[in-house]
Structures are given as C-alpha cells and as structure tokens.
C-alpha cells in the first residue's frame, strides 16, 4: 500500500463538530471538499470555499486524506464500507475522528488492511467550539509514521495533538476512560442542582463552590493515580468508612426531597462493598480494584 499526502483533506459528516473540522481546514488554506448523508448542511462551508460534492465516493476521491466525523461507527460503517466508497478509498487513508469503542476501532483496522486502506484512529477530547483554537485536544492510534505523515494537514485543527500508541484501539479507551469522567461528573452536577433546588439554593448561587470543587479534583486525579497503579490505597486521610457516611447524607437529604439518588447510592454501595470485603481502613480509590469482581 502507498499512501499520499497533498494540500487537500475530505471531511465524511457535516454535524456540529464535522462542520468545525471542515472549517478549521477551510482557515488553513487547504482544499476542502465535504459530504454529509443529509444535503444541506455544507451551505455556510461552501460559501467559505468548500468543494461540496454530492456522494461521498467523490469526496474520498477528491483528497489523499479523509476525516470521518459522524455519530458512532455504525454510521461511519454505513459510509464506508459501501462498495464504491471502499474502492475510492484504497491506497488512501481515512483518520475517524467519530467516538466509539475500541473493539469498533480494531475491527475497523482489520477490515481497512483488507482493501488496502491506510487508517489511524482519533478521538477529540473537547468541545466542537476548540477546534481551530489553542484549546482543542485530539488524540489518536495507529501507525505512528502515517500519523507523521498526516501531522501537517492535522495540525490544521489547532490545539494539542497527541499519538498515544501504534495499537489501534488506544485512542478509543483513553475516550472511554475520558468520557466515563465527564458523564459521571455531570450526572453528579445535575443531581447536585436538583438537590439544591429543593432545598431553596440557586444553581447560581452553587456555582462558584461547585467550582471550588472542581477545582480540588485535579491533584486528587494525580495523587490517586500513584495509588492505583501501586495498589496501595491509603486511607489515612479519608478513609473509606468515613466517605459512606458523607455519601448516605446525600442520599437521605435527596430521598426526603422525593429526588432519585440512584448515582449517589451506587457509590455508596461501591464503597460498603469494600467496606464488607475488610478494607475499611483504606481510602475509596480502593472500589478501582474491587468493580471487576464477580
Ligand atoms: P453527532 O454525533 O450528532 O453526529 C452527526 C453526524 O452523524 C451528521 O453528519 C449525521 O448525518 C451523521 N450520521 C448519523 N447517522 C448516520 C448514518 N446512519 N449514516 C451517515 N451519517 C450519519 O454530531 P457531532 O458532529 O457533534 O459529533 C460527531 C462526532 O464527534 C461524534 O462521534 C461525537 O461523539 C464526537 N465529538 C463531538 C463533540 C462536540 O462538541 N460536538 C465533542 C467531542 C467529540 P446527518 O446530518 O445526515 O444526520
């Protein structure tokens, strides 16, 4: 397989976070050409100079490079792995930049290698509103010298790149792992605010101390990260049986309130798990080691 790299790139989904890709392209002068499943979409792109063609074989034929941004892989898949699609794509190389699992980025590496597809993976890790700007964070995996290769063109997206490794699914599990904290935090945000609420606090007034918050985390990720990969979960400062009863106060202050404290009584329950297998005394990063046991 030979691979190419020029000053054109095709970008696969036109949704909020394809149409930045394309237009981060556009402001670096490079050739753009797009396509997305519903027409329409590329009319503010167009007028900017984007190639607008009309099936997305032209489009992969259009560019050495092609970025794929769509919902999940089913949709990529349904792109793709059309006939005419995956024949324009050989020789060439398509980086997705489309979340979903790393089981879906290896069975597509093995699927690309059988017609002689070049294909690293990627995942952004902020919102479509960074890209272009010093605060996008993309990752990726695959072979580290098509990434190289294709670097330049990238670069076009701003921020901080970073290839995380040849195996093609590591891009995906860092998202995971990623996407695992924002949602959880979220989740937590939301029932936060609903709690407030009932007990008269504005979700203004929460604000900055939710901030504070947020803030205290960071060093926490660092310190327990140490502890995690050591296995030595010390509790000296916070142990584990003392986190339970913060925890149960959340959960009787929000089920007084009639508010559903579902997440809040998973940790909880996470945590007494522990509690109950004898690592009282330990801190609460200790529920890590103990979730994969049946
Ligand atoms: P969506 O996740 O809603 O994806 C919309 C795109 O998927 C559209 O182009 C849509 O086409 C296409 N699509 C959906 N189903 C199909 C299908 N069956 N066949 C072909 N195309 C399909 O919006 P985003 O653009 O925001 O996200 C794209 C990817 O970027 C996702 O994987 C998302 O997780 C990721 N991402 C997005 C961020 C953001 O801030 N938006 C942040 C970080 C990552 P159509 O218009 O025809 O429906």
Redesign the pocket.
């Known amino acids: 397989m030979t691979s190419y790299t020029d000053d054109s790139v095709t970008v696969l989904?036109?949704?909020?976070?394809?149409r930045a890709l394309a237009g981060a392209f556009l402001n670096a002068g490079l050739r753009t050409t797009v396509w997305?499943?519903?027409p329409g979409?590329d009319r503010e792109l167009v007028e900017r100079g984007a190639v607008s063609v009309r099936s997305a074989e032209e489009a992969v034929a259009a560019s050495g490079l092609t970025v794929v941004?769509?919902?999940?892989y089913?949709?990529s898949d349904?792109?793709l792995r059309r006939d005419a699609v995956t024949a324009a794509l050989n020789g060439r190389t398509a980086v997705s930049?489309?979340?979903d699992t790393p089981g879906r980025a290896r069975d597509t590496e093995r699927w690309a290698t059988g017609h002689g597809i070049w294909y690293l993976d990627g995942?952004?890790?902020?919102?479509?509103t960074t890209i272009g700007t010093a605060d996008a964070v993309v990752i990726y995996s695959g072979p580290e010298e098509l990434y190289r290769e294709h670097r330049p063109v990238l670069n076009a997206l701003g921020g901080t790149h970073t290839h995380l490794g040849e195996e093609i699914g590591r891009a995906a599990a860092y998202d995971i792992a990623l996407l695992d904290i924002f949602w959880t935090a979220m989740a937590g945000y939301a029932h936060a605010l609903a709690v407030a609420k009932a007990e008269g606090v504005t979700a203004r007034e929460l604000a900055p101390f939710a901030k504070g918050i947020g803030a205290i985390l960071p060093p926490i990720f660092e310190e327990v990260a140490e502890e995690v990969d050591t296995g030595s979960f010390s509790g000296e400062d916070n142990p584990i049986t003392s986190a339970t009863s913060s925890m149960a106060h959340v959960v009787h202050t929000s089920e007084a309130h009639g508010i559903d404290a579902g997440v809040m009584r998973a940790a909880e329950g996470m945590a007494r798990r522990v509690i109950g297998l004898g690592h009282g005394t330990d801190g609460f990063m200790r529920v890590t080691e103990m979730l994969g046991r049946r």
């Open positions: 989904g036109l949704g909020p976070m394809g997305n499943r519903t979409r941004c769509v919902v999940n089913d949709a349904a792109i930049l489309t979340a995942a952004i890790m902020t919102p479509a």
